[in-house]
């Protein structure tokens, strides 16, 4: 499933940026005008990689979900036989290990490998620090290495939990030799479904900033305003289903606005 959002995905941004091609190259005889030649293979590599960071990040926060927070989603994206989970306590600070073994397939599609470490401490004021690291972690073959910094607000001003994330990742792609990184700061509402027993209906708005660069040296960034942020369910769509991202990218800007919630494949 999740794969199939990430081709998807890719389509879009790739269409998105040939037509910005053909406006700059070919909009009237204008000699000032220069034509910009956009990598459709680099730019299919970077929105691939923004759907490996979206859903990784998502298995993060499920598996300190799983643990800290059971009531909120009690059938989650994990399965009966995988992961393990590793809690130490060491005063008020905790390790969460989050080992998927060498293979463990999610109820949501994806299959990883690998473990996701996870140290924190108690609440503050109702925020909680988290930071994580991934360790020979692969999500569906792909390796993610890296990791960042949640800070994790059980309740926000709308009574849902939100999390901010600082996060500094990289993507080396399965069968290819080329690898992608991401900084960024990213925050994540958890809309609908919340403490409804099941992951299915969990619908989160997404927003923040990030930069992906890639080792052929090609550079992306997105930014998306929390008056239009990303909207993303689990189980109903495969696909983002509105909100918009300005990216800009090889002397090229544009918007990609993902519509009005239809669940399409159309930005």
């Not at 409804?196 to 619908?203: F, Y």
């Amino acid at each position: 499933i999740m794969t199939h959002s990430f081709a998807q995905l890719s389509k879009k941004v790739c269409f998105a940026f040939s037509v910005a091609v053909i406006m700059v190259s070919c909009s009237g005889n204008d000699d000032s005008v220069p034509e910009v030649n956009v990598s459709v293979s680099d730019s299919a590599l970077a929105a691939k990689s923004d759907g490996i960071f979206e859903a990784t990040q998502h298995i993060v926060e499920s598996g300190y979900n799983y643990i800290e927070e059971p009531g909120r989603m009690p059938n989650s994206i994990f399965g009966a036989s995988c992961p393990d989970f590793e809690v130490n306590v060491e005063g008020t600070q905790v390790t969460l290990i989050v080992d998927f073994g060498p293979s463990c397939q999610l109820l949501s599609g994806p299959e990883v490998s690998g473990r996701i470490v996870l140290e924190y401490g108690p609440r503050v004021g109702g925020l909680r620090t988290i930071d994580y690291v991934y360790q020979d972690f692969y999500f569906n073959g792909n390796q993610v290495t890296g990791g960042g910094q949640i800070i994790r607000d059980s309740e926000n001003n709308n009574g849902n939990p939100q999390s901010s994330l600082n996060e500094n990742i990289t993507v080396a792609f399965s069968g290819s030799s080329v690898t992608a990184n991401r900084v960024g700061t990213r925050y994540v509402e958890w809309v609908t479904g919340v403490g409804s027993g099941t992951w299915i209906d969990n619908v989160y708005h997404i927003w923040g900033d990030w930069e992906t660069t890639l080792s052929t040296g090609f550079v992306r960034t997105g930014v998306v305003n929390p008056t239009s942020p990303l909207v993303r369910g689990l189980a109903l769509c495969d696909y983002i289903v509105s909100g918009v991202m300005q990216i800009n990218q090889e002397n090229l800007s544009g918007t990609l606005d993902y519509g009005d919630g239809t669940c399409d494949a159309t930005a």
